[in-house]
């Protein structure tokens, strides 16, 4: 996958660049629009990341320009601002996404995840999730784990899709709330660590494997192997 | 509006007619005495003329002949005469009193008892005539008398019928111009003050629209270039003030934002990279408390910068339909798991959909500060109590329970920001973010302790501008 990321800050850039590449993106860094311009010329990229701060030229100025040259892959928005512009939100109905400073890295890994998805052409959609012995059916709203239906509650079901989705990889409590309860809120109480902890609860059953781990100060990831 | 275009055209409408009546009473005052002056005259003379003649002519059998004729030929000159089609001459007559009294000579309609019976009943002078009234007619006569030399008295009596009549046509006349220039003077003044009133009414309305948020449009202004337009032209320079101090706000509370959100983020990238880097338990968890730590300052920075700007009434939304009642079931579902941890029961009072009009993002935050003071500062065994009602055209958001209510200290300054209770852990926004978001929205919170104890938190926010708010069984 190769990555366009434009960020002026340079230790915002640094780290970006280290973690995406880590992830598995080949990173091309820009500091500036022009730069980011250039780049965009001389090799296609599959996704961007566009900080809307840029020192030459407003980001949303500088995804419409690409937008003209002819590059057609999903861009993630980096905002600093507070409230979201309305022009991030018509860009977002355009199959981009957003996202506000400061942030945690599993959740921009998992939005950018969640565009190269939307923009490849999806297979047969597949209407059941295995992850080890846990297998949820996405039809019948059922879940079962080596054999014995788990009695879940359709919200927990639809948290453990969520997790089972991400199998393997870190989801922070902000993105299970966006996408489990649909808002973009940061609640100052444990609201989602109880959530978790009851699905744990019905999920992981005694002498079985722990599936679903804690990462303190990250968020939570669902064992894949 | 409309009462005040009536009000000022109805005014300046009974003004007109008061000066405009006044005026005219005057000139029929003048009409009237001038017609009775030359009635007088004409009186005063024929009488003389007639008593002339009756001198002159000997007192023999054809006297009554011919002083009869004289006077049928005055009663031919009247003046203000309208009409003549009656060939018998009632509006004049002539009598000729003997002087003990009794009638010598009569010209005119009728026999002359009544007219001779008034007039001995009346004093009438030479040379001052009067009116009288006699029996069997309506209409009074004017009568001028001359003393003849033997004694007798000649009366010479016009009635006062064509006189009146020239006046009542004057007045018909009047009254019927007069109300046609009242009633249109009442629909140009009321045509033209509610123009303008319309056009102010049209200011003061685009005026409230422009309320809090939105600050790009204008009042209507107009090519004219009186006290109206020059309030639009006002109006128009005021916003234009208070949108660019708006403006102006808006930068520092971005640049703020942006100048520490940027290092917040490299700080929590680097944390995370080390905490990936972490190997050991031990190691983990400073960077892990260290990363909490920055993600509870950064919510306070973003509720310091919204309680701020709400303040200053610079909250930017972008509105979008929105369902009360469907929000709060999803909250409680996020919710109610913890409050049952924490053993506090949650009720949902709702009397179903309720549609506002609101920046989802600020609203989803605002109910979420509510479900979590809630889940902090009640003790265990407590029952929250949310209502969702529709109440004056408003959409009433009411969370009420059982617990200690708020402490005194913390009560006087619930709204201000940065009060918390002494037990509290927040960093004490909620109320004050709450009342922000909430007044951005052009609606009112008031928090206060029940009488029975427990706090009492009420938000009214308005409802959504349609028609699907109708109470629906639900």
Not at chain 1, 173 to 191: H, K
Not at chain 2, 238 to 260: G, K, N, P, Y
Request: aromatic share 6%.
């Amino acid at each position: 996958m190769r990555l366009l990321l434009v960020e002026d800050e340079p230790d915002i850039r640094r780290f970006l660049q280290t973690s995406l590449e880590e992830a598995g993106y080949q990173v091309g860094a820009a500091a500036d629009a022009k730069t980011a311009e250039n780049l965009a010329t001389e090799g296609t990229f599959d996704i961007l990341i566009v900080d809307l701060g840029l020192p030459d030229k407003d980001g949303i100025s500088l995804i419409l320009r690409l937008r003209q040259m002819g590059v057609s892959a999903p861009v993630l928005i980096l905002s600093a601002r507070r409230s979201v512009d309305d022009r991030v939100r018509g860009l977002e109905q355009g199959g981009d996404d957003y996202l506000t400073k400061p942030f945690a890295l599993a959740e921009l890994l998992a939005r950018l995840r969640n565009l190269l998805k939307r923009n490849r052409p999806s297979g047969n959609e597949s209407t059941r999730l295995r992850v080890l012995d846990l297998e949820l059916d996405l039809l019948r709203r059922e879940a079962s784990r080596s054999g014995q239906v788990l009695q879940l509650t359709p919200q927990e079901f639809v948290l453990l899709e969520y997790l089972c989705r991400n199998a393997g990889r870190v989801v922070t409590r902000s993105m299970i709330l966006d996408m489990v309860w649909g808002m973009r809120i940061q609640p100052d109480t444990n609201v989602v660590d109880v959530h978790i902890y009851r699905l744990r609860g019905k999920v992981d059953g005694k002498g079985q494997q722990p599936l679903i781990r804690t990462l303190r100060g990250v968020g939570y990831v669902l064992k894949d192997r | 509006m409309r009462s005040a275009a009536w009000r000022i055209s109805l005014w300046a409408t009974l003004a007109f007619a008061c000066g405009t009546m006044l005026v005219f009473l005057f000139l029929h005052r003048f009409v009237a005495a001038d017609i009775q002056r030359r009635t007088d005259a004409w009186l005063s003379g024929e009488v003389e003329v007639l008593g002339d003649v009756a001198g002159h002519t000997p007192k023999d059998a054809l006297y009554g002949a011919v002083v009869g004729e004289v006077a049928e030929l005055a009663a031919k000159e009247v003046p203000n005469r309208l009409r003549s089609e009656s060939s018998s001459n009632d509006s004049v007559f002539f009598l000729q009193a003997g002087r003990d009294g009794s009638l010598k000579l009569w010209v005119g309609a009728g026999d002359g008892v009544a007219n001779l019976k008034a007039i001995k009943a009346n004093e009438i002078l030479p040379d001052r005539p009067r009116d009288l009234n006699v029996n069997g007619f309506t209409i009074p006569f004017r009568v001028a008398s001359i003393r003849m030399d033997d004694g007798s008295h000649i009366y010479l009596g016009l009635s006062e019928r064509d006189e009146l009549r020239v006046l009542r046509y004057l007045r018909n006349r009047f009254v019927g111009w007069w109300l046609l220039l009242v009633l249109f003077g009442f629909g140009i003044v009321f045509f033209t003050t509610r123009r303008m009133l319309t056009h102010v009414r049209r200011i003061s309305e685009a005026a409230s629209r422009i309320g809090h948020s939105d600050l790009n449009t204008r009042v209507p202004t107009t090519e004219r270039n009186d006290e109206v337009a020059q309030l639009a032209l006002t109006l128009n320079g005021m916003l234009d003030r208070i949108e660019s101090s708006m403006h102006q706000l808006h930068t520092i509370t971005d640049s703020l934002a942006h100048d520490l959100r940027s290092p917040l983020t490299a700080i929590r990238g680097k944390l995370e990279m080390s905490l990936s880097a972490a190997t050991q338990i031990e190691q983990n968890e400073p960077i892990v408390s260290a990363i909490e730590e920055l993600d509870r300052l950064t919510d306070f920075l973003n509720k310091s910068l919204d309680v701020a700007e709400a303040k200053a009434d610079a909250l930017r939304l972008s509105r979008t339909e929105l369902d009360l009642d469907e929000l709060l079931r999803v909250m409680i579902d996020l919710y109610e798991p913890s409050m049952s941890e924490k053993g506090t029961q949650l009720r949902l009072r709702s009397a179903g959909p309720l549609k506002i009009e609101a920046d989802a993002g600020l609203i989803h935050r605002m109910i979420a500060n509510l479900f979590d003071n809630e889940l902090k500062h009640l003790p265990a065994g407590c029952t929250v109590t949310i209502q969702l009602r529709v109440d004056d055209d408003t959409a009433l958001l009411v969370f009420e329970d059982n617990g200690p209510g708020f402490a005194p200290e913390v009560r006087r300054h619930l709204f201000e920001g940065r009060v918390k209770g002494s037990g509290s852990n927040g960093h004490g926004l909620g109320l004050a973010f709450i009342d922000a978001v909430v007044r951005a929205h052009g609606g009112r919170v008031s928090a206060l302790n029940r009488d029975e104890g427990g706090v009492y938190i009420s938000v009214a926010l308005p409802l959504a501008a349609k028609e699907e708010n109708l109470p629906v069984a639900h």
